[in-house]
């Protein structure tokens, strides 16, 4: 895919080591934030830039996405700066249709850790999507939620295996990165601001490290809580 695929790729990433113990109501209030951040916003919409570069080449990039939480859908279109459309993302439910339209290929497939799009490409999970167009790190399972005083993280983890790590920032003051072990993917936020109580970050950067491959989100404009028609996303 003209500006996703080439980014795309799983390498083990290592979580920070030494940081400065955050105290316990700190944690309880982190949290809590995660929380409200989550489950406060039932839409958005958000348009921005983005470059997504690797060693080869470089592609700048506008991109508008709608997304619901219940049910989950999810639109993204993704323009090069040129003028020619390159990529439209639709994920309706646990279904995902990916129209790469610079090759005109059409990719269908199945949202989940364990999903694949294609044979190809890799999982795609709906806590990630959100994460990266919402602006905010996303937990996978509340439920499966822990907090580790070694790492100074947020951990999720499934049967014993570490599916998200989600660390805090230096001064421990809000979620910084999400990170997805299996995926080898990094998830970074900065530039904090504030849309009638909901957190958004002004820049998000994925990173995939074995492909040494990076996208770079400019937020424009995010609206939360938007009564969006469902015909956008047939």
């Not at 979580?15 to 982190?30: C, N, S």
């Not at 080449?57 to 506008?62: K, L, M, S």
């Not at 859908?73 to 790469?100: M, S, Y």
């Amino acid at each position: 895919m003209a500006c996703l695929v080439m980014v795309f790729s799983c390498a083990p990433i290592k979580t920070r080591q030494g940081a400065v113990r955050i105290p316990e109501k700190k944690i309880r209030e982190l949290s809590a934030q995660l929380d409200f951040q989550s489950r406060g916003v039932k839409s958005f919409i958000t348009t921005g830039r983005m470059v997504i570069s690797n060693t080869t080449q470089r592609i700048p990039a506008t991109f508008l996405c709608v997304a619901t939480r219940e049910p989950f859908r999810l639109k993204a279109e993704v323009i090069h700066t040129w003028g020619f459309p390159l990529v439209n993302i639709l994920v309706n439910g646990e279904h995902v249709t990916i129209d790469d339209l610079y090759h005109k290929r059409r990719y269908h497939g199945q949202l989940g850790i364990h999903g694949a799009i294609a044979r190809k490409l890799p999982p795609l999970d709906k806590t990630l999507l959100w994460s990266i167009m919402r602006a905010y790190p996303e937990v996978m399972d509340r439920e499966r939620l822990s907090w580790s005083h070694t790492q100074q993280t947020f951990i999720v983890t499934n049967g014993g295996d570490t599916e998200q790590l989600i660390p805090v920032d230096s001064e421990g003051a809000f979620p910084s990165t999400v990170i997805y072990p299996h995926l080898g993917l990094k998830l970074r936020f900065s530039g904090l601001k504030s849309n009638h109580g909901f957190i958004y970050a002004s820049h998000v950067d994925v990173s995939y490290p074995e492909k040494e491959s990076e996208m770079q989100i400019t937020i424009k404009e995010i609206i939360f809580n938007k009564e969006i028609d469902p015909g956008l996303f047939n």
